[in-house]
């Protein structure tokens, strides 16, 4: 059973940036392309950015495209999310999950793609 932890997050300033990481704990995660998402409170969950399994390909949610960078070490079985310039409206609690199908050519944005996830990690921004 993969498991998927996630660190890095925490409170911070309008303005300010913060680096998640997520672990996957098997021996797949080379093979499939791995999702941040995010709920904020009162809200439903939605897509935040996505990697293909080779790292070349990324596919960013409108809100956050030019701000948030994706990337994977699949020798270390991480992916990351750095947030910059970050907002209030960034304030949720970001989870990151992996793609239930192995070499998918294209990264999905749709949740029910995803069949591991992790427990999230709160990101707090202050303004």
């Known amino acids: 059973q993969v498991q998927l932890e996630e660190s890095g997050g925490g409170l911070v300033q309008a303005g300010g940036s913060l680096r998640l990481s997520c672990r996957h704990s098997?021996?797949?995660?080379?093979?499939?392309?791995m999702g941040w998402f995010r709920q904020a409170p009162g809200k439903e969950r939605e897509f935040v950015a996505a990697?293909?399994?080779?790292?070349?390909?990324?596919n960013y949610a409108p809100p956050v495209k030019g701000r948030f960078t994706i990337s994977r070490d699949n020798a270390r079985n991480t992916v990351y999310l750095q947030m910059n310039s970050l907002n209030p409206e960034d304030t949720a609690v970001y989870y990151c999950?992996?793609?239930?199908?192995?070499?998918?050519?294209?990264?999905?944005?749709?949740?029910?793609?995803?069949?591991?996830w992790g427990r999230g990690t709160q990101v707090t921004v202050s303004s």
């Open positions: 098997g021996r797949t995660f080379s093979s499939v392309a």
């Open positions: 990697i293909r399994w080779s790292g070349d390909v990324t």
């Open positions: 999950a992996a793609d239930k199908r192995p070499f998918r050519a294209v990264v999905m944005e749709n949740m029910s793609e995803y069949n591991f």
